[in-house]
T-cell receptor
Framework: GAGVSQTPSNKVTEKGKYVELRCDPI?????LYWYRQSLGQGPEFLIY????????DSGLPNDRFFAVRPEGSVSTLKIQRTERGDSAMYLC???????FGPGTRLTVT | AQSVTQLDSHVSVSEGTPVLLRCNYS??????LFWYVQHPNKGLQLLLK??????LVKGINGFEAEFKKSETSFHLTKPSAHMSDAAEYFC????????????FGSGTRLSIRP
């Protein structure tokens, strides 16, 4: 595709539920990044993939967060047992120059 | 440790006047530096980038930034502000040592007065 796409654009879920957020990077980009942006703050790094493997997952806040990229293209960020503090905009970017997707706004009620 | 500091959380200028958004970085080696803009309810858009070529970098929409190693600064400027420039601006550093340690500043909200 022409750019990075993310689905869904908005997700509302109840506390304790499981959610999956999807990122389709620009075709051919091997580097993929996930960020979390809380209201009024800059994006915070979560995880970085180079190809299929997570090259750096040091930004994941705890073991409820997990991300995969099984074929080196689409990536899924998975959050288990969601908490209200997980509410944020989740951003995906590809390549080091950071072509960003529009984000998924997650709201945990 | 690498870090980036945006010195102003909010800047307000009149339309047609110059814009200056300040950014200082801390990095052990020559970093890559970027400025991004985020309009309300829109995604982040790359304005410009510095990757150790020319120290004066020109970006989109008339913005430019100058890398000053001696001052560890990468301030964003524009000669004449336009109403459409109102947005949040982020300074970003990618340390030379690691492509994954991408660090965003806390952002500067730019307001334009008519």
């Amino acid at each position: 595709g022409a750019g990075v796409s993310q689905t869904p654009s908005n997700k509302v879920t109840e506390k304790g539920k499981y959610v999956e957020l999807r990122c389709d990077p620009i075709s051919g980009h091997t580097a993929l990044y996930w960020y979390r942006q809380s209201l009024g703050q800059g994006p915070e790094f979560l995880i970085y993939f180079q190809g299929t493997g997570a090259a750096d997952d040091s930004g994941l806040p705890n073991d409820r967060f997990f991300a995969v990229r099984p074929e080196g293209s689409v990536s899924t960020l998975k959050i288990q047992r969601t908490e209200r503090g997980d509410s944020a905009m989740y951003l995906c970017a590809s390549r080091e120059e950071q072509y960003f997707g529009p984000g998924t706004r997650l709201t945990v009620t | 440790a690498q870090s980036v500091t945006q010195l102003d959380s909010h800047v307000s200028v009149s339309e047609g006047t110059p814009v200056l958004l300040r950014c200082n970085y801390s990095s052990s080696y020559s970093p890559s530096l970027f400025w991004y803009v985020q309009h309300p309810n829109k995604g982040l858009q790359l304005l410009l980038k510095y990757t150790s070529a020319a120290t004066l970098v020109k970006g989109i929409n008339g913005f430019e930034a100058e890398f000053k190693k001696s001052e560890t600064s990468f301030h964003l400027t524009k000669p004449s502000a336009h109403m459409s420039d109102a947005a949040e601006y982020f300074c970003v550093v990618i340390p030379y040592s690691s492509a994954s340690k991408i660090i965003f500043g806390s952002g500067t909200r730019l307001s334009i007065r008519p």
